[in-house]
């Protein structure tokens, strides 16, 4: 398992703020025959309008390397995987980037 990233508990205090509830720390896929994948986190959140459950996965990722196209180039690739991923295996879950509003800037 890899390290978490700098921002995760931040991350999950700022979703919880918002009353999503965290269900997977990190959400784990299985992808093909020998293929997993863990995105950061999984979290669902009941929709009281609509009556039903919006489901969410997200990536963290702190872009503090020395080359931020680096960091950017790491994380567009996983994004696009993870991405893929959840298409096929959860289909009504939405895949997020959570990353530091200098590195959005």
């Known amino acids: 398992m890899s390290a978490r990233d700098v921002f995760h508990q931040s991350v999950i ?5 918002d009353n ?6 990190p959400l784990r896929l299985k992808f093909g025959e020998d293929d997993r994948l863990s995105i950061d986190l999984g979290a669902e959140q009941l929709l009281a309008a609509e009556r039903g459950l919006q489901q969410i996965a997200v990536e963290v990722k702190s872009f ?7 960091d950017f180039h790491l994380a567009l690739g996983q994004f696009l995987n993870y991405r ?9 879950r939405s895949l997020y980037l959570a990353i530091p509003i200098a590195a959005y800037d």
């Open 20 to 25: 999503w509830v965290i269900t997977h720390d």
């Open 64 to 70: 503090l390397s020395e080359s931020a196209m680096f």
């Open 84 to 92: 893929l991923a959840l298409r096929r295996l959860e289909p009504s």
């Open 13 to 17: 205090s700022a979703l919880q703020k």
